[in-house]
């Protein structure tokens, strides 16, 4: 069973930064991918990074220059340090873990969410 952990969300002020990590714990088969979306109230889930194709790391538009995505495969840990917030960034952030279970087919983890809340 493979349990992904989000921390670092919290309540910060515009302009600020925080910093999400995620941890996969577990037994995986094989690692396929690994990022952030998130979902702000009201909204759809939004892919925050890696956009496809993942030969380079690219991000969603409203989040380029200020987001940066990390991820460590030989530990399962991603991370995405969040720069010069805005109020519209506030939303639940989930972290996701692609498990490759044989050719074709995957399966997606998701993490519990963490709130991130931009506001004076």
């Known amino acids: 069973q493979v349990q992904l952990v989000e921390s670092g969300g919290g309540l910060v002020q515009p302009g600020g930064s925080l910093r999400l990590s995620c941890e996969a714990s577990g037994t995986l088969l094989s690692f396929s991918d690994m990022g952030w979306y998130r979902q702000a109230p009201g909204k759809q889930r939004e892919l925050v990074a890696p956009?496809?194709?993942?030969?380079?790391?690219k991000y969603a538009e409203d989040v380029k220059g200020r987001f940066t995505f990390s991820r460590d495969n030989s530990k399962n840990t991603a991370t995405l340090q969040m720069n010069m917030l805005k109020p519209e960034d506030t939303a639940v952030y989930y972290c996701y873990l692609d498990e490759e279970l044989g050719p074709g087919a995957i399966h997606r983890h998701w993490g519990q969410g963490t709130q991130v809340t931009v506001s004076s």
């Open positions: 956009i496809p194709p993942h030969n380079l790391i």
